[in-house]
T-cell receptor, first 111, second 113 residues
């Protein structure tokens, strides 16, 4: 099993640009989660899906953030326009029952 | 959600058992205890979870007190690769694992040679 796959692993972009982060969950898992981690705020849940349907997006910081899950094997988190305060490591995780399995993360730097 | 309290940091000698405590005195009857860890620069890793019985898997053992107000994660033979931040999380278990995990500051475990 390849585990949760995220791309890119690193992203450096300029303020105002659109950023798209990608995630492939573990095959067969029906829940998908997006988290953000910073030194100041720790690890925060942004949004999660069940069977490709968004269930709770209360953690999404503002309208500049959006997430989609067009099918069971792919999800995106988009930031448009990006700002320096969006710099963080973004993790995707998936689960079936019990524990959540995290990907390696995407380190985003917005200059 | 029940609040958890963990020591900020702990040290352990390589090859010895690492016992990481967690207090969750306000835990309710339908809340599970989950343990995750995060090795530097990696994503969090699920370790184990339990409701009231002790649990064991290939990574660790989870001992939950009879009153469920505290628990201990045991790594039986710690190695240098077990150096990480360990998070104890108490959550209701949703259908299919839909827990909205809330990560605190955890315990920084350092395994020394």
């Amino acid at each position: 099993d390849a585990g949760v796959i995220q791309s890119p692993r690193h992203e450096v972009t300029e303020m105002g640009q659109e950023v798209t982060l990608r995630c492939k969950p573990i095959s067969g898992h029906d829940y998908l989660f997006w988290y953000r981690q910073t030194m100041m705020r720790g690890l925060e849940l942004l949004i999660y899906f069940n069977n490709n349907v968004p269930i709770d997006d209360s953690g999404m910081p503002e309208d500049r953030f959006s997430a989609k899950m067009p099918n069971a094997s792919f999800s995106t988190l988009k930031i448009q326009p990006s700002e320096p305060r969006d710099s963080a490591v973004y993790f995707c995780a998936s689960s079936l029952r019990g524990g959540q399995y995290f990907g390696p993360g995407t380190r985003l730097t917005v200059t | 959600d029940a609040k958890t309290t963990q020591p900020t940091s702990m040290d352990c000698a390589e090859g010895r058992a690492a016992n990481l405590p967690c207090n969750h005195s306000t835990i309710s009857g339908n809340e599970y205890v989950y343990w995750y860890r995060q090795i530097h620069s990696q994503g969090p890793q699920y370790i184990i979870h339990g409701l009231k019985n002790n649990e064991t898997n290939e990574m660790a053992s989870l001992i939950i007190t009879e009153d469920r107000k505290s628990s201990t994660l045991i790594l039986p033979h710690a190695t240098l690769r077990d150096t990480a931040v360990y998070y104890c999380i108490v959550r209701e278990r949703g259908p299919g694992g839909s827990e909205k995990l809330v990560f605190g500051k955890g315990t920084k475990l350092t395994v020394n040679p």
